[in-house]
């Protein structure tokens, strides 16, 4: 069974940093490239950024230059850092398998979420 579970979110000042976390089952985190999405009320789902399994990394124009993915293969973890976080970064954030180059999802289930709330 798939198992995402995001965690690390929480309310912070505009410019403050946090970091996500979000182990896998390690049926899917092994073989595939991981991303993190964000979905803000009324918004669609995007992606944020993504790993490949030789550690090549992509992001969305939006986070270049204050967000970082990493993974860690032993843990099936993937994490986020978030740094220099402004208000328009408020949103749920969740993590799923993903083809690398499209960034779409490969896998139809979702974890939870975590939410992350930024205030001006």
């Known amino acids: 069974q798939v198992q995402l579970v995001e965690s690390g979110g929480g309310l912070v000042q505009a410019g403050g940093s946090l970091r996500l976390s979000c182990a896998a089952s390690?049926?899917?985190?092994?073989?595939?490239?991981m991303g993190w999405y964000r979905q803000a009320p009324g918004k669609r789902r995007e992606l944020v950024a993504a790993i490949s399994n030789g550690n090549s990394r992509r992001y969305a124009d939006f986070v270049k230059g204050r967000f970082t993915i990493s993974r860690d293969n032993a843990k099936n973890t993937v994490y986020l850092q978030m740094n220099n976080l402004k208000p328009e970064d408020t949103a749920v954030y969740y993590c799923?398998?993903?083809?690398?180059?499209?960034?779409?999802?490969?896998?139809?289930?979702w974890g939870q979420g975590t939410q992350v709330t930024v205030s001006s």
């Open positions: 799923n398998a993903i083809n690398y180059w499209t960034g779409t999802p490969v896998n139809d289930y």
């Open positions: 390690g049926s899917i985190f092994s073989i595939n490239a």
